[in-house]
């Protein structure tokens, strides 16, 4: 968390050096395609769409740790005792790494320019090592078991299930608790998309670092927090 935390502060701190913000940038490509994106109506349409990447990478996300489990997602130490091969991993080994970076986009769209590049970038890099790392730890605790699994593409999705169907049981109600700090950034997102408050959006995401806080303490992992 201290990294992504890191990475993220290193990319705002980019708009000191580069004053063009992501959202011009945008807003000259959706004039180039013929959009009709002039002023608020510019603004409007740029914020949905990092409200839709941060809402669509949360939903990936929440998805993928209604099979994982919340505890093992939250857990300090990396859990190898079973592969789970169900849900999105038919489609993507890596889907709670693959909606950080969907995330990660729609936060971008707030920074600079040169921001923006540097949140997916150092995001893209950190999450490799990180994946690299579980994959050599997996093969040594599972073997062929995790080679046949790893047919299953890193992380850009195949369009058809790589895996037959499990008969593994999502736990959507732990999986949504789990995820309720990126919701909030989600739902914060989607009402500064719509009203440009900076206010509500503060007020919203507070009350979800809050409602996290407190759901880590409750299950004893705060300091196990893994994105």
Known sequence: MYVIAGIVALAFACSWVDSHSAEESVLAWLVMLGVSASGAVGRHIVYALAAALVAGGTALRTWGTAYLDVDT????????????IAGPYRYVRNPLYLGNLVVAAGIGLFASRAGFIVLLTGMTVFLRRLILREEQHLLREHGDAYRQFMDIPRLLPAWRAKASPSTAQ?????AVGGEILMWAAALATAIYA?????????????????????RYRATGAWAGKRL
């Open 73 to 84: 997602m939250m857990d300090a130490t990396l859990r190898s005792n079973r592969l789970v």
């Open 170 to 174: 999502p736990r959507w109600g732990r």
């Open 194 to 214: 719509a009203t440009f408050s900076a206010a509500a959006f503060w007020i919203t995401l507070g009350l979800g670092i809050i409602a996290a806080g407190v």
